[in-house]
């Protein structure tokens, strides 16, 4: 891949393009001075005010955030990717790896300018929600009512990053660096108040503040220390891009809860779904191996099937809705069809593993955790990266308020804020998701009869559909 650095006046380096080669190459001119006694280090190259390791989607955000809030507009910051820098080309065919944003998250992104470049490009507004259990006639909906406004918008991943960095590429206070994985990280203590980052061929450079974007087997995060409470949930998301049986004005998103995992369409177009489907190992295997035909034929049955229902559930779910009918608080929301599948498109279908974690604290001094690094959920309610995006910011608003007041970037005081304004959000999400997912495991009479009770009086509540999507949008802040 041709590469093309540019050095600015002030030395510093931006990124147009770049290959690990050229990195190195750069890199060793510029740090040309050797310096072994880091904690004494003045050379502003190996210095940054803020540096984020991890240049997902989150670290992206979290850097082009920050390049463009006023007060911190003229820190120095360092964005370290360990992945080679991905061309990206408008194509007819969607990518497989989508993602729900919500509407919190689409303020952010045209906060930072980067929402015009995925509008110019597409995306798909999902308007209503329709979720289902498959072992009674429990179902939820949301925004059925107000069709106008959009719960959430159906973006490629691709296309997200590349519209962050088409932002980020103006910006001249940040540092954009790909292929530099970071292979180690000292936290500052009392004999260096700076972290020090050393990348894989050996470069070191120091900073005020370190953030951890670096997904979830954060290296940052393990270099902390700090308790990480995470298990696999023994099942794989598997993702294609699927043609409806039929065009139709695409704007449900679709869930069916089975026993074996939840099955999800996300709109992309009149004739195109994301499918997002949770089954064990053994069976996102299978559905690999399959042909087009045969995983259709799977997918139609995971979408269509009719589970045999117990009595006992039957009876609880007429007595509930004949209470609700005599309260007046009968939804009178009746179910929309879910669609048929006609077709895959080729060469989509991937499996993801899925797991679920929480680092206990995502701060420390002079270091910050955002995005997966800090915490993973189960992709049942599309809500990991606008957790992340939540984070970023959060973090923004308190590294805004320390700069104001005079305080350094890496004050535990604003840190710790941060940590607890996130916490305070995450953690009750994200046990919901684990809940749920639990939840809708089971098959047993008692649990189908629970669920489907607790579903349908959601369902009926207009004020407690409007929390859960008010949280899940998250107005936290
Ligand atoms: C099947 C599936 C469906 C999903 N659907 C949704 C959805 O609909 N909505 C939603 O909100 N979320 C969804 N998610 C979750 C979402 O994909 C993640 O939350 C999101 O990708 C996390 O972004 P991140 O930037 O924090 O981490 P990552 O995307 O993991 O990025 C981390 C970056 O850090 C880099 N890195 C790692 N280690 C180092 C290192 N040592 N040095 C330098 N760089 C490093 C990596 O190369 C990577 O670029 C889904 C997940 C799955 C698996």
Redesign the pocket.
């Known amino acids: 891949m041709a590469g093309l650095w540019v050095l600015s006046a002030t030395s510093r380096v931006s990124v147009l393009t770049s290959s690990p080669y050229k990195y190195r190459a750069i890199v060793s001119s510029l740090y040309s001075i050797s310096n072994n006694d880091y904690s004494t280090s003045s050379d502003p190259k190996k210095h940054y005010d803020i540096v984020i390791?991890?240049?997902?989607?989150?670290?992206?955000t979290l850097a082009c955030a920050i390049a463009n809030n006023r007060v911190l507009e003229e820190k120095r910051v360092l964005l370290?990717?360990?992945?080679n820098k991905q061309n990206y080309h408008v194509q007819n065919k969607y990518s497989n790896?989508?993602?729900?944003?919500?509407r919190q998250?689409r303020t952010l992104l045209s906060s930072i300018g980067a929402w015009q470049h995925v509008e110019a490009v597409r995306y798909a507004p999902v308007k209503k929600m329709q979720v289902w259990d498959a072992c009674s006639d429990a179902m939820i909906t949301f925004g059925e009512d107000h069709l106008a406004e959009e719960l959430a918008f159906?973006v490629e991943?691709d296309l997200l990053l590349y519209a962050i960095n088409q932002q980020l590429s103006g910006k001249e206070s940040v540092d954009l660096v790909y292929g530099?994985?970071?292979?180690d990280v000292l936290i500052p203590s009392k004999h260096c108040q700076n972290s020090r980052i050393t990348l894989q061929d050996g470069q070191s450079i120091e900073t005020k503040l370190l953030i951890g974007?670096?997904?979830?087997?954060?290296?940052?995060r393990k270099k902390m220390g700090v308790q990480y409470v995470g298990w696999n949930y023994e099942q794989m998301?598997v993702?294609a891009t699927v043609q409806l049986s039929e065009p139709t004005e695409n704007i449900v998103a679709w869930q069916r809860f089975l026993p074996g995992g939840p099955v999800a369409l996300?709109p992309l177009t009149d004739t195109l779904s994301s499918l997002?489907w949770s089954v064990s190992t053994v069976q996102a295997k299978k559905l690999l191996s399959l042909s087009d035909e045969e995983f259709v034929d799977e997918l139609n049955e995971a979408l269509w099937k009719m589970y045999p229902k117990d009595g006992m559930v039957e009876a609880g779910m007429r007595a509930l809705g004949q209470l609700l009918e005599g309260l007046s608080l009968h939804s009178g929301v009746t179910r929309q069809l879910q669609p048929s599948i006609g077709g895959i498109v080729e060469g989509t279908r991937a499996a993801?593993?899925?797991g679920f974690g929480h680092a206990a604290s995502y701060v420390g001094p002079g270091v910050a955790l955002?995005?997966?690094?800090a915490h993973?959920?189960h992709?049942l309610a599309?809500?990991?990266?606008?957790?992340?995006f939540g984070d970023v910011t959060a973090l923004v608003k308190l590294m805004t308020e320390a700069s104001r007041n005079g305080a350094v970037l890496g004050d535990m005081a604003y840190l710790s804020r941060y940590e607890t304004l996130r916490q305070r959000h995450n953690v009750p999400t994200m046990l919901a998701i684990d809940a749920l997912h639990r939840l809708y495991k089971g098959t047993a009479a008692p649990i189908v009869l629970a669920r489907s009770l607790g579903l349908q009086l959601t369902n009926a509540l207009p004020p407690l559909k409007k929390a859960i999507m008010q949280h899940a949008s998250d107005r936290a802040l």
């Open positions: 390791a991890g240049g997902g989607m989150v670290g992206t370290l990717e360990s992945g790896r989508v993602v729900a944003l919500n998250t159906i991943n530099a994985k970071v292979a974007a670096d997904g979830v087997n954060s290296l940052v998301g993702v996300l997002v993801f593993p899925l955002v995005g997966d690094a993973r959920v992709p599309g809500q990991g990266v606008n957790l992340g």
